[in-house]
């Protein structure tokens, strides 16, 4: 079966932290993306890639980088966590224009 | 760019009612629809997608839409709703060329009174 997996569930980090947040996929897909997901708003695209160390920006970019070293692994980087950061992130993976398929979920707090 | 407005923040509807879940989206290039259901503490499943064809399209769970190009919708039916479908419903359209990620709605939250 299909599987996205994200390192976390759940993370609390401290305002001023390095946060790394893992994705995987098992799918050999060549899209892979990350989401925030916050009450009211749906779902934000903060960065995407379509091949090994690409990546492009997405809707809300500003604060996060992402680093897509291998094809099967997606990482979100918060280079100086803040608060406004408390979020649910989501990674996806897809074939291009194909189904995406999501991860559970991080529920990050950042106090 | 694109962008997706779901009418209705929430909808309750009685168990065995049907319901409709309203979606209008806009662009300037031809687009892909999707619809995807989050269940409580859970990630994004596909119900249904529009790539191309049957303006009807057919979903799991009984869930269908169906695409109006000249209306900008892309609307989720289902003729009769149980319990289980208590679930946020996020209707997406592709960015650029499908790979490109989505721009999803607010969501609506499908509200199953027994």
């Known amino acids: 079966d299909v599987k996205v997996t994200q390192s976390s569930r759940y993370l609390v980090k401290r305002t001023g932290e390095k946060v790394f947040l893992e994705c995987v996929q098992d799918?050999?897909?060549?899209?892979m993306f990350w989401y925030r997901q916050d009450p009211g708003l749906g779902l934000r695209l903060i960065y995407f890639s379509y091949d090994v160390k690409m990546k492009e920006k997405g809707d809300i970019p500003e604060g996060y980088s992402v680093s897509r070293e291998k094809k099967e692994r997606f990482s979100l980087i918060l280079e100086s966590a803040s608060t406004n950061q408390t979020s649910m992130y989501l990674c996806a993976s897809s074939l291009r224009q194909g189904k995406a398929f999501f991860g559970q979920g991080t529920r990050l707090t950042v106090v | 760019a694109q962008s997706v407005t779901q009418l209705d923040s929430q909808v309750p509807v009685f168990e065995e009612a049907p319901v409709e879940l309203r979606c209008n989206y806009s662009s300037s290039v031809s687009v892909y629809l999707f619809w995807y259901v989050q269940y409580p503490n859970q990630g994004l499943q596909l119900l249904l997608k529009y790539l191309s064809g049957s303006t009807l399209v057919k979903g799991i769970n009984g869930f269908e839409a169906e695409f109006n190009k000249s209306q900008t919708s892309f609307h989720l039916r289902k003729p009769s709703v149980h319990i289980s479908d208590t679930a946020e419903y996020f209707c997406a359209v592709s960015r650029g060329g499908g790979a490109d990620g989505l721009t999803f709605g607010k969501g609506t939250h499908l509200i199953i009174q027994p």
């Open positions: 799918m050999d897909h060549e899209n």
